[in-house]
């Protein structure tokens, strides 16, 4: 990884929060098996079962218990995943990803960008 951003403030100046349509949902399946016409955007296999982040709406349809509603920000850098944490240590993605209460998506949104843009005007700093 090369190209991958690793210094911190670097990250945070290089990284541009997007704010993807519609509305996620987080739903618990105990059984574990996917219904038909569900196409999740993560899985997360658990003792109690299988979570899932599905667009609000396919939950719906599928008539699954919503735990959580959630909008979902997408940071657009590339970074090493080996420099930021323990987490990202076994991640293979190329984005950041966080979901957060759809009522908070705009402040969290301005909180992001304004990390981003101090990162930029104190790169030593972060």
């Known amino acids: 990884m090369s190209n991958a951003v690793s210094n911190l403030a670097e990250l945070l ?6 704010l993807n349509r519609d509305v996620y949902a987080f739903v618990s399946l105990p059984g574990g098996s996917v219904p038909d016409r569900v196409e999740p955007i993560a899985t997360f296999r658990e003792n109690e079962g299988l979570t899932l982040i599905v ?8 008539r699954l218990p919503v735990l959580f509603r959630a909008a979902w920000i997408t940071l657009t850098v590339h970074s090493d995943l080996q420099a930021v944490g323990p987490t990202a240590a076994v991640a293979t993605t190329c984005h950041d990803h966080l979901f957060v209460p759809v009522e908070s998506a705009s402040q969290a949104i301005a909180v992001l960008r304004t990390l981003q843009e101090r990162a930029g005007s104190n790169p030593g700093t972060a």
């Open 55 to 62: 667009e609000e709406r396919q939950a719906s349809d599928a």
């Open 13 to 18: 100046h290089s990284m541009h929060p997007v």
